[in-house]
């Protein structure tokens, strides 16, 4: 069974762009969680989406936003990017919203200029 | 809020020597509790978890024991070897959610 799958791999955007991450879960999965993991803040839960629905967010402003498609595979999106948005971007999958168990991709890996 | 708190690295050993790394967390209830392993310029991988208070979670010779009563989740592995340099991030899962709360991580280098 394939992984989750995340593109691109790398990203280079200057400040004031936005930007559109995709994450493919591993089959069958229905729940795909998106974290930010910085060196000064480590990894920091955004958000959690569930059959198109969001379900969960953590404490990021109203510029970092998420979709899922019915197909289960999810966008996130960064509006007016700021240099200290420059980080790993990692998607989960899991197959319910209470499996315990998720699974990562490698990640999206942003530089903002 | 909930949180967990991870002893900084680095940590260095020498191969076949015991590894010990030392997790508590902070939450109300009963969270869910997990290992996870990032090697360098990959993702993340679950190596371990616990459901529930005294649960031993084991995988490729790491343990680590729920204790509620010391809040702790400590990972041990009793001989490392080269290839488990990496970096190890204790987390938790508070409920329904994939909300996973993170520690900061502790970055193990094996020299052998």
């Known amino acids: 069974k394939a992984g989750v799958t995340q593109t691109p791999r790398y990203l280079i955007k200057t400040r004031g762009q936005q930007v559109t991450l995709s994450c493919s879960p591993i089959s069958g999965h229905r729940s795909v969680s998106w974290y930010q993991q910085t060196p000064g803040q480590g990894l920091q839960f955004l958000f959690e989406y569930f059959s198109e629905t969001q379900r969960n967010k953590g404490n990021f402003p109203g510029r970092f936003s998420g979709r899922q498609f019915s197909n289960s595979r999810s966008e996130m999106n960064v509006s007016t990017l700021e240099l200290g948005d420059s980080a790993l971007y990692l998607c989960a999958s899991s197959s319910s919203t209470d499996s315990y168990e998720q699974y990562f991709g490698p990640g999206t890996r942003l530089t903002v200029t | 809020g909930n949180s967990v708190t991870q002893m900084e690295g680095p940590v260095t050993l020498s191969e076949e020597a015991f590894l010990t790394i030392n997790c508590t967390y902070t939450?109300?209830?009963?969270?869910?509790l997990f290992w996870y392993v990032q090697y360098p310029g990959e993702g993340l991988q679950l190596l371990l978890k616990?459901?529930?208070?005294?649960d031993k979670g084991s995988n490729k010779g790491f343990e680590a024991t729920y204790r509620k009563e010391t809040t702790s989740f400590h990972l041990e592995k009793g001989s490392v070897q080269v290839s488990d340099s990496a970096v190890y991030f204790c987390a938790l899962d508070k409920a329904a959610g994939n909300k996973l709360t993170f520690g900061g991580g502790t970055r193990v280098l094996v020299k052998p």
């Open positions: 939450a109300t209830g009963y969270p869910s």
């Open positions: 616990a459901t529930k208070a005294d």
